[in-house]
Nanobody
Framework: VQLQASGGGLVQSGGSLSVSCAAS????????MGWFRHCPGREREFVAA????????NYADFVKGRFTISRDYAKNAVYLQMNSLKPEDTAVYYC??????????WGQGTLVTVSS
């Protein structure tokens, strides 16, 4: 499975941005999909995940109520809608696919910069 993230950019504090992740290769829908981020000076951290059937989502506490993860099976894509962005949300955002209980496949990341 190959994952390609896109949609990052510069946004002002309080603004919104959506990042996307397109999957190719073995793109059977039986993968949980997730987003992680790597903030400057910090280790990579979990942001959100959506189950393979789309019926279950999970969010890190620091994004609950602000970010929404979704997926489009027809397009083999997963999205992260980010609202009420804060400067501390500045990070490289990575999409990932879970297989066999592990986040096995990773995209290259897309940079989101939130200015104060």
């Amino acid at each position: 499975v190959q994952l390609q993230a896109s949609g990052g950019g510069l946004v002002q504090s309080g603004g919104s941005l959506s990042v996307s992740c397109a999957a190719s290769g073995r793109t059977g829908s039986a993968y949980d999909m997730g987003w992680f981020r790597h903030c400057p000076g910090r280790e990579r951290e979990f942001v959100a995940a959506i189950s393979w059937h789309g019926g279950s989502t999970n969010y890190a506490d620091f994004v609950k109520g602000r970010f929404t993860i979704s997926r489009d099976y027809a397009k083999n894509a997963v999205y992260l809608q980010m609202n009420s962005l804060k400067p501390e949300d500045t990070a490289v955002y990575y999409c990932a696919a879970k297989y066999g209980g592990s986040w096995l496949y990773w995209g290259q990341g897309t940079l989101v910069t939130v200015s104060s």
